[in-house]
Each structure stands twice: as C-alpha cells, then as structure tokens.
C-alpha cells in the first residue's frame, strides 16, 4: 500500500509541474495526509486466531506513555 500512495505522490506532482490543474496538487496533498496516518498507527503488536468461546483482553496504551514492563 505504501508503494502505490507513494506512485500516487509523485504522478500527481509531475502532472501539476507539468502545467496540469491545480487539483493535481490536491491529490498529491491527499497522498501525504494518507502516508503519514499509516505511519502514525504503526502495525499490529499481535496476531492471534481466536474460535467461538474464547476470551481474550485488549488494553490499550497511550503513543506517547512510557510503556510497562
């Protein structure tokens, strides 16, 4: 995925550089606002198949609090 928004960044620039419409620049802006919330949210801390009955916890931890250990 991050290789197509980043295809995606640098069409849109050339087609606006090249005397393209403005809205080209738009979609570029779009491109940059996609790629940094998919930065910001990180991946999975883990993976783990549940069944039907089983019960698990979730916690969630602040981005910017001192993880416990």
């Known amino acids: 995925m991050g290789a197509v928004i980043g295809w995606i960044y640098r069409n849109s620039l050339k087609r606006g550089a090249r005397g393209g419409s403005w809205a080209w620049y738009v979609v570029a802006l779009a491109?940059?606002?996609?790629?940094?919330?998919?930065?910001?949210?990180?991946?999975?801390?883990?993976?783990v198949p549940i069944k039907p009955g089983d019960r698990f916890e979730v916690s969630m931890n602040h981005l910017d609090s001192p993880h416990e250990s």
């Not at 919330?37 to 999975?44: I, K, N, T, V």
């Open 31 to 47: 491109a940059v606002i996609l790629r940094r919330d998919r930065e910001r949210r990180g991946a999975s801390v883990i993976n």
